[in-house]
């Protein structure tokens, strides 16, 4: 199977323009005091968190949100490592960017008078969402009240030598699709296998696939979201491949997967979900056209299931950088990169931080019993260019524990998903819906060597494909996924002895 260019990110994150402002030196003063050193690989400038649009106030469990109109596009040269730099361009440019065009004779696009319900629609967005600029110390400190201060923390760490990797590979694991298949399609290096995780304060078993069928006998998983967790779901099959094989229920060409181990007891499923909420297409027959995402409604394939499960791994990340129409009420209230100049154009952090309010108050809402994992942002890591643009992530070891930041996109990507995940525990207390912290961007932010690349598929002559740095190779780092999840099943099911 040739690797799906539709599953790449087709947007291009943004960053906020910064408005200048006589206060500026005072909030970058109180940003620099008042938000801590909360992860080792997250720092945080000024810069960077000033020009963000959230705004977390726990004592309401409501993020405070500011949608533009504008957005400022990053220069071309800028590729940092854990923004998604991978995508195209649709927006209007900054002023510098349309001078350019202008000099070079493209036309100007003239925005249309904007009618009365327009203007009154965005004046309604911006008041129910109380615009602010400031940054509240509970963005430094979320990802900590997050954690079991009694348990040792598993994602602050660093990548070490393991030379007995990997555990499986692809001649002995069927489930290994063929752009994920680095091995098969001549990747020389082996290098990028032999890491595992070191966290800083414990030891990580590596990951027994017979110890883990004990701890899952009688228990089933479900994995919600977009392909990088069918990634994670081919992971698990492969690395139990060793000791057992399922029996697969779902068709060869269906995104939505079933498996049983019929001799334990076990199932998995995966629910193809890459934007977690009821959506709709534009074009029914063309994927890669803009989608219709309903914000506010649960999307009745995964979430009208989803009691049936005992562990849910839920996730989503960079689908929502293409072309989006947002609704909110069934009521169009804003788009993302679409060629309207009469709908409010927002940011896809309006969309990810509301689809995952929508998603775990589902959650919330199904009668569901068991425990619900938030698996974090994986960042991509497209150099040199955008995804489109011949970027590539060509390296064969790991980045050191100080050799790289998360910023930009990533960052503020990964700190929603944070105060979603502390908004979905409160209103679990209620509800007896229990909320754990799966967190894999720091360890992944570290694997730039883990992509496909271009080892997703044979050279095709006088054809270019896109560089794959967006999923993960099988084997590779994203095994150790399943070490988190071996140890946080461990823990759940010690807890409820």
Avoid at 120 to 148: F, Y
Avoid at 208 to 233: C, Q, W, Y
Avoid at 237 to 250: E, K, Q, Y
């Amino acid at each position: 199977m040739k690797f799906q260019a539709s599953e790449l990110p087709l947007g291009k994150p943004q960053s906020r323009r910064s408005k200048t402002s006589k206060l500026a030196p005072l909030i970058a003063l109180t940003i620099l005091l008042t938000i801590p050193l909360y992860y080792p690989t997250i720092r945080d400038s000024s810069k960077k968190l000033s020009d963000t649009s959230h705004v977390f106030d726990e004592s309401l469990d409501e993020p405070i949100i500011k949608p533009t109109s504008h957005l400022e596009t990053p220069p071309p040269e800028i590729t940092k490592i854990g923004g998604d730099v991978a995508a195209e361009d649709h927006r209007e440019p900054p002023p510098a960017a349309a001078a350019a065009r202008k000099k070079h004779g493209r036309k100007k696009r003239t925005r249309k008078p904007q009618t009365d319900s327009v203007i009154a629609q965005r004046e309604e967005i911006n008041n129910n969402d109380k615009t602010q600029i400031t940054i509240t110390s509970s963005r430094g400190d979320i990802r900590s009240r997050l954690l079991d201060d009694e348990k040792c923390d598993l994602f602050s760490g660093e990548w070490v030598p393991n030379p007995e990797g990997p555990y499986y590979t692809n001649d002995t694991c069927n489930a290994i699709q063929e752009h994920q298949n680095c091995l098969k399609f001549g990747r020389p290096d082996r290098g990028f296998l032999k890491w595992k995780w070191k966290p800083d304060d414990c030891e990580l078993p590596v990951f027994d696939p017979t110890r883990f069928l004990e701890l899952v006998r009688g228990k089933s998983i479900a994995f919600v979201g977009d392909s990088v967790a069918r990634n994670h779901m081919q992971s698990l099959i492969c690395l139990l491949s060793r000791v057992a094989n399922p029996v697969d229920l779902s068709g060869p060409l269906d995104q939505n997967k079933r498996y049983e181990y019929r001799e334990h007891d076990f199932n998995i499923s995966m629910f193809w979900a890459p934007y977690l909420v009821k959506t709709s297409k534009t074009d029914p027959n063309d994927e890669k056209r803009p989608f219709k995402l309903y914000l506010d409604e649960f999307d009745d394939h995964w979430t009208t299931r989803i009691a049936l499960f005992d562990y849910v791994i839920i996730s989503a990340g960079h689908w929502f950088f293409r072309p989006t129409y947002f609704y909110l009420n069934s009521t169009l209230v804003g788009c993302l990169y679409c060629p309207e100049s009469n709908v409010n154009h927002l940011t896809s952090y309006f969309s990810y931080r509301r689809a995952f309010r929508t998603a775990f108050r589902a959650i919330n809402a199904a009668n569901f019993n068991g425990v619900a994992f938030l698996r974090t942002y994986a960042p991509s890591h497209f150099e040199g260019a955008a995804w489109d643009k011949g970027g590539d992530c060509a390296r064969t070891r790991p980045y050191g524990r100080n050799e790289v930041v998360l910023e930009d996109y990533s960052l503020e990507m990964y700190l929603i998903q944070l105060e979603e995940l502390r908004i979905a525990q409160k209103a679990g207390r209620r509800t007896g819906g229990r909320f754990r912290l799966f967190d894999a961007t720091r360890a992944m932010l570290l694997r730039p060597d883990g992509h496909p690349s271009k080892y997703g598929h044979w050279p095709v002559a006088n054809q270019t494909f896109a560089n794959d740095c967006v999923h993960w190779c099988l084997p590779g780092p994203i095994d150790s996924w399943n070490d988190f999840l071996q140890e946080l099943l461990k823990r759940e099911i010690g807890e409820s002895r």
